[in-house]
């Protein structure tokens, strides 16, 4: 059997940074597992820029974003296996995986990093009711065949769901030649970032259409058509209001869900709304030494939050690794952090005031869009944040920090809430 | 005076800016948060500029495609002469990043660089 001190399962952005971290915090021993041919995960077929504003300070490119971070994981001699699966994590933190060479192997790890990132919601799970003929793609298999293996999906293409992936690929489509007839939205506002709907929908005047959905697809053999209907505020297809598009592709891109079959195996307490583990200010799960960040996590709208808390899921790993459970023996209490009133969720799901940093950013999202409205913060029933925020919506995270000297100051203290107020 | 609004397409922020101009002329930015918003501001509403990004055919190497970018924005005008420009365009392994796939594309004096590295096959 292998031997490492910290396994990372994932060499996306999130794996790659928090391996990178682990090393530079004193972790000596740590292994990376890719199932895919080539380190850097999604970051391969986003090739539009736009990427690391925050951690590099300047704009690049999916490829070149991966690329720095790759060069990172070379420098520091991190071990790395490409083309492997991980089959199964055991609660003794035995790790089975399988590729071509080796077979099914397993290693033995102290502390695991969970960095699997997430997988798109597929025509199956959306129940679209119609013929099942060739033409229909996820945004992101259609964005790999185009950006990575040069192959065009369609020529005349209808997109269903206006998150991130379909907007960059309405623009990438037109580029190539295709026409884009319409993108669909289910929800009355768009999934995506504002900036997306400008560079990649107005710049080519493809019409965006809020609050309809595809109620039939035609064609036996090829997509021949598409129907959409708009709907109501019960998101149900309103009679009558059916339009047809003659067109050979439906491209999907209506959510990211967390791939996290090897967390639940492993007993990783989920949460039901993030469908990513439950996390406490380490990031650690509830079971000791298994750490997860990324999208796997909760999903993320920039590339460069999730090498920020990857590296922090890394540098907490390698103290967990060189001090024995210090989150045990640290004392003080996990508080619960309560999203409620228009917040959904926080990640982390817990903060423990002793043993937190000087500071911390707590990130969630909301469930709607609030204008002119106020992220709060209350320690037990006092008010200790108040921000106002001119726009607020579901497609992009926010954030508030809180401070250890504040919540030092609640001695007491036994419930965190996040919530957004109306003005 | 004129107003005309914005999104900044700078990060993924994309904070609202409101333009004000007078005889064509760029008197106020507001609503932006950093210098690149005020400057896409400017920029937009005189000489509007975008980064392309596509992916060309390479030859040898171990990955069939590499993505490419212009190096600097070019005048969103030329987008879709820079992406005829880049048609047919094939490379051979090893390409890095950096590398100039195209130079002066399009006659926009701005070069095509590849944004990834695409080794030889072995």
Known sequence: MLNYDIVVIGGGPAGLAAAVSAKRNGAESILVLERDKELGGILNQCIHNGFGLHTFQEELTGPEYAGRFIGQLQEEQIAYKLNTMVMDIGANKVVTAMNREEGMFEIQAKAIILAMGCRERSRGALNIPGYRPAGIYSAGTAQRLVNMEGYMPGREVVILGSGDIGLIMARRMTLEGAKVKVVAELLPYSGGLKRNIVQCLDDFGIPLKLSHTVVDIDGKERVEGITIAQVGPDRRPIPGTEEHYACDTLLLSCGLIPENELSRSLGVEMSPVTSGPLVNECLETNVEGVFACGNVLHVHDLVDFVSEEAASAGRHAAEYILNGARHLASGGRDIPIQAVEGARYTVPRTINPERMDEKHTVRFRVGDVYKNCYVSVYLNNERIIHRKRPVVAPGEMEEVVLKKEQLAGFPDLSQITVKIEEA | ?122
């Open chain 2, 1 to 122: 005076m004129e107003a005309r609004e914005l999104i900044c397409i700078g990060c993924p922020l994309g904070c609202q800016l409101k333009v004000g101009l007078e005889d064509g002329q760029v008197a106020s930015v507001s609503g932006n948060t950093c210098k690149r918003g005020d400057a896409y501001a400017r920029k937009e509403v005189t000489n509007p500029t975008r980064i392309v990004t596509s992916s060309v055919i390479v030859e040898g190497g171990s990955l069939a495609a590499v993505s490419v970018k212009t190096r600097e924005d070019i005048p969103k005008g030329k987008i879709f002469e820079i992406m005829k420009a880049l048609k047919g365009v094939k490379v051979q392994a090893p390409v890095h990043i950096g590398d100039v796939i195209l130079g002066d594309a399009a006659g926009t004096g701005v070069d095509i660089v590849a944004t990834k590295n695409v080794e030889a096959m072995p």
